[in-house]
């Protein structure tokens, strides 16, 4: 099938906590994009919890599907992973179910790569030339916090990632420990006060694109009782992106790459955007995970497969 006739693409995410449905025009244009979360009744527990996670997805999907007003489209993209195994199974096995029925190819997603075509979706491409390769991606996000570089759409090279803790992980944790509430990265956000709270930045001076955020954690616990929450979340949201930036500058640097794309939840951040004006991000919104960079990354990598042959990954990786 040519990339001319695949218009129109449904994107399906149920990866983690949100059950996500879209419909996206060319990669680019998005005709309806619907998000349902559970994150409120994981917010109780300050995490999820991976059954219930699973079972809301599964209240979810077809209400979410119906939502998004589906009608002719011409191919299914669906995440197959990374991500939770029982979330993952509900989305892949909607769109197959859903492929089956109408006679629509699938392609199949890796939700690392859909974030990062967060970057080639309007409202950002309507006045915007799209990136252009060589790109250096930062993928931050609750799970994941990696240093990728994309060659050209579908090639990646993975340079470096976190041996802990992903950078969202680590505010999860922190705003759990400061009683911020779930999720961590927002609420950091809107606490932090400039104080004199002082935090380490792990491995930034390090020869290495890895980055390590599980210290910081205990760190921001050994100084519970001598700052205010404030203040402590302001010096870790400091610590991470200063962090990020350093190691995502050098990575750019080192292969000389056109642009710099932050892509995930965490690139939501205003403070990471602020600290690196000449990376490219995509609108704040779109930074979490929704169903329309998922279609986007489909049109872009038509790479369809038979619905027999797909199967969710939970561990599923990017680049080599
Ligand atoms: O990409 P995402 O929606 O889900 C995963 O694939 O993990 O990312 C969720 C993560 C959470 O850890 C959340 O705390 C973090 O992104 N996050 C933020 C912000 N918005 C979401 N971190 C920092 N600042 C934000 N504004
Ligand atoms: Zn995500």
């Not at 191919?75 to 197959?96: D, F, N």
Request: hydrophobic letters at 40%; one cysteine or more.
């Amino acid at each position: 099938m040519s990339q001319q006739k695949v218009k129109y693409i449904l994107g399906i995410e149920t990866s983690c906590d949100e059950t996500a449905c879209a419909i996206v025009k060319d990669g680019t244009k998005i005709i309806s994009n619907v998000v349902a979360s559970s994150q409120d009744i994981h917010a109780k527990y300050g995490g999820i919890i991976p059954d219930q996670a699973a079972r809301e997805q599964l209240k979810s999907i077809l209400p979410v599907i119906h939502e998004a007003h589906v009608a002719d489209i011409d191919a299914i993209g669906v995440t197959v992973g990374p991500g939770l195994i029982g979330s993952l199974l509900v989305g892949v096995e909607t769109a197959k179910a859903l492929a089956m029925a109408w006679n629509k190819p699938i392609i199949p997603v890796n939700h690392l790569v859909g974030h990062i075509y967060a970057n080639w979706l309007e409202p950002r491409t309507q006045n915007l030339e799209p990136p252009t390769f060589p790109a250096l991606v930062l993928i931050v996000s609750g799970g994941h916090s990696e240093l990728v570089l994309m060659k050209d759409h579908g090639k990646f090279k993975y340079l470096g990632g976190t041996r802990d803790d992903a950078a969202g992980e680590c505010f999860d944790k922190c705003a759990r420990l400061l009683n911020l509430g779930y999720p961590g990265g927002p609420a950091i956000e809107k606490a932090a006060v400039a104080g004199n709270a002082k935090l380490p930045r792990p491995m930034i001076s390090d020869d290495n694109l890895d980055f390590s955020f599980s210290g910081l954690k205990t760190a921001v616990a050994s100084k519970l009782t001598s700052y205010p929450a404030n203040f402590l979340a302001y010096e870790l949201q400091e610590a991470v992106t200063d962090v990020l930036v350093s190691k995502t500058r050098r990575a750019a640097k080192k292969y000389d790459v056109k642009n710099i794309l932050l892509a995930g939840g965490v690139a939501a951040n205003k403070r990471l955007r602020e600290k690196i004006p000449e990376a490219i991000c995509p609108p704040i919104k779109l930074c979490t995970d929704n169903a329309a960079y998922i279609a986007s990354a489909a049109f872009f990598n038509q790479k369809i497969v038979p619905w027999e042959k797909i199967n969710a990954d939970p561990s599923l990786g990017i680049g080599v």
